[in-house]
């Protein structure tokens, strides 16, 4: 049951001791400010590297073919590597369920154009798995499909910004797109997070570009991700063996390094993923600690309040107050002034880490932010760490007699 004489008590003792409450608060507030601004460095870490990978997957082995700079089995140095369709099978068959998703691609420069409106853009010719690979979003339609593969329709999925640059504010869906002078129909529209670079390709069924653009089995490169349960030490090991193998289909030398190039973002992951494990580590090593220290300073800070004021609960008692309420007064101005402390230690702290956005974006720290259930979270362990700290001493003075405390200095 609400108690008005007990809170108007518990604010008017907060008020006569403003000096020895803003001690206590300010522990807390530094603790909490320290706290978000660290956790907010290491969030804004973490967006820097999120962005430098972007929204494609992480798991992407991405294989170029090149020319020969060694001689080999009697072939001539410079011969020219030139990819097929049956590569991609040769590389789905061999390693199985090691590969998730696989795709051929075909990269064309083409000129588009729309009632009057027109533009260049990069068309590629991909399987319907690339925008699983892309991590391509359609926000309408379809993407491409087996059918568009096995018929070679002459479909098109095109990027948002496409879209915007063609079509304004009327729909693609449904429509022709002419591409260097062929007319191709709108099946879909995408989007992608890494903006308007990614929403600016046209993609098409890598069959009908073959037949359009050559009439030939001819592909540029081709682009696999590998299964996600596989380590960086698998993934690697796949992208060395994928290398091999390609090398002896091609009669390729195998110290050969420009025939046949590899690029395998598992090797990136794998160093990513040591710098924000190791920074993880630091961050919450400091943040613990930072804690630790606000959970000793509001606890010393309790023992010190409630034998100050040992005099004060003698009177008390000398009145008629019984225990219960004595210990009810300290611990709720123990947490009243906590709760509030981290509140403005928490305002301060993202705050500060509003007005330094624009400096720590120099410094590669994107968007430092803390969420609002981890401050809460550190709060309400400072408030239970004072609570416990005032507590035992609170209940120990509440139980000794009103002659005692008075004599105490």
């Given at each position: 049951?609400?108690?008005?004489?007990?809170?108007?008590?518990?604010?008017?003792?907060?008020?006569?001791?403003?000096?020895?409450?803003?001690?206590?608060?300010?522990?807390?507030?530094?603790?909490?400010?320290?706290?978000?601004?660290?956790?907010?460095?290491?969030?804004?870490?973490?967006?820097?590297?999120?962005?430098?990978?972007?929204?494609?997957?992480?798991?992407?082995?991405?294989?170029?073919?090149?020319?020969?700079?060694?001689?080999?089995?009697?072939?001539?140095?410079?011969?020219?590597?030139?990819?097929?369709?049956?590569?991609?099978?040769?590389?789905?068959?061999?390693?199985?369920?090691?590969?998730?998703?696989?795709?051929?691609?075909?990269?064309?420069?083409?000129?588009?154009?729309?009632?009057?409106?027109?533009?260049?853009?990069?068309?590629?010719?991909?399987?319907?798995?690339?925008?699983?690979?892309?991590?391509?979003?359609?926000?309408?339609?379809?993407?491409?499909?087996?059918?568009?593969?096995?018929?070679?329709?002459?479909?098109?999925?095109?990027?948002?910004?496409?879209?915007?640059?063609?079509?304004?504010?009327?729909?693609?869906?449904?429509?022709?797109?002419?591409?260097?002078?062929?007319?191709?129909?709108?099946?879909?529209?995408?989007?992608?997070?890494?903006?308007?670079?990614?929403?600016?390709?046209?993609?098409?069924?890598?069959?009908?570009?073959?037949?359009?653009?050559?009439?030939?089995?001819?592909?540029?490169?081709?682009?696999?991700?590998?299964?996600?349960?596989?380590?960086?030490?698998?993934?690697?090991?796949?992208?060395?063996?994928?290398?091999?193998?390609?090398?002896?289909?091609?009669?390729?030398?195998?110290?050969?390094?420009?025939?046949?190039?590899?690029?395998?973002?598992?090797?990136?992951?794998?160093?990513?993923?040591?710098?924000?494990?190791?920074?993880?580590?630091?961050?919450?090593?400091?943040?613990?600690?930072?804690?630790?220290?606000?959970?000793?300073?509001?606890?010393?800070?309790?023992?010190?309040?409630?034998?100050?004021?040992?005099?004060?609960?003698?009177?008390r008692k000398a009145?008629?107050?019984?225990?219960?309420?004595?210990?009810?007064?300290?611990?709720?101005?123990?947490?009243?002034?906590?709760?509030?402390?981290?509140?403005?230690?928490?305002?301060?702290?993202?705050?500060?880490?509003?007005l330094a956005t624009p400096?720590?974006?120099?410094?590669?720290?994107?968007?430092?932010?803390?969420?609002?259930?981890?401050?809460?979270?550190?709060?309400?362990?400072?408030?239970?760490?004072?609570?416990?700290?005032?507590?035992?001493?609170?209940?120990?003075?509440?139980?000794?007699?009103?002659?005692?405390?008075?004599?105490?200095?």
């Amino acid at each position: 049951m609400f108690d008005l004489d007990l809170w108007r008590e518990i604010f008017q003792s907060i008020n006569m001791n403003r000096t020895r409450s803003l001690l206590s608060g300010f522990t807390v507030a530094f603790a909490i400010l320290l706290f978000a601004i660290l956790f907010g460095i290491a969030n804004g870490l973490q967006n820097t590297f999120q962005e430098a990978f972007g929204t494609d997957a992480n798991n992407s082995i991405i294989i170029y073919p090149g020319r020969t700079t060694k001689a080999n089995k009697g072939m001539q140095v410079g011969r020219r590597i030139q990819f097929k369709n049956e590569d991609r099978e040769f590389i789905k068959e061999k390693y199985g369920d090691k590969v998730q998703f696989i795709t051929s691609k075909v990269n064309k420069s083409v000129n588009a154009s729309f009632k009057g409106e027109k533009n260049s853009y990069q068309l590629r010719g991909v399987y319907p798995e690339y925008m699983f690979i892309e991590n391509n979003v359609v926000k309408e339609g379809r993407y491409i499909n087996q059918n568009d593969l096995t018929n070679k329709t002459k479909v098109v999925v095109i990027g948002k910004k496409v879209e915007d640059e063609l079509f304004f504010k009327e729909t693609a869906i449904g429509k022709y797109i002419n591409l260097s002078g062929i007319q191709y129909k709108v099946v879909g529209v995408f989007t992608d997070d890494e903006g308007d670079s990614e929403e600016s390709i046209i993609y098409m069924p890598i069959t009908t570009i073959q037949r359009v653009y050559g009439n030939n089995d001819l592909v540029d490169l081709i682009h696999l991700t590998y299964n996600p349960e596989m380590n960086s030490t698998e993934a690697l090991a796949l992208g060395v063996s994928i290398e091999k193998s390609l090398k002896e289909k091609f009669d390729v030398a195998r110290s050969d390094q420009r025939a046949i190039r590899i690029r395998n973002m598992a090797q990136g992951t794998q160093q990513v993923d040591m710098m924000t494990t190791s920074l993880s580590i630091i961050i919450l090593v400091i943040g613990f600690g930072t804690l630790i220290a606000g959970i000793v300073g509001i606890s010393n800070i309790m023992i010190f309040i409630v034998k100050e004021r040992t005099k004060e609960i003698g009177i008390r008692k000398a009145l008629g107050a019984s225990p219960r309420s004595i210990v009810s007064i300290i611990l709720l101005e123990s947490i009243i002034i906590t709760a509030i402390a981290g509140y403005v230690g928490l305002l301060v702290g993202v705050g500060v880490l509003e007005l330094a956005t624009p400096v720590l974006k120099d410094y590669f720290i994107k968007d430092p932010g803390v969420s609002n259930s981890l401050v809460a979270g550190a709060t309400i362990t400072l408030i239970v760490a004072g609570a416990i700290a005032g507590y035992l001493p609170a209940k120990r003075a509440s139980q000794i007699k009103p002659i005692v405390a008075l004599r105490n200095d």
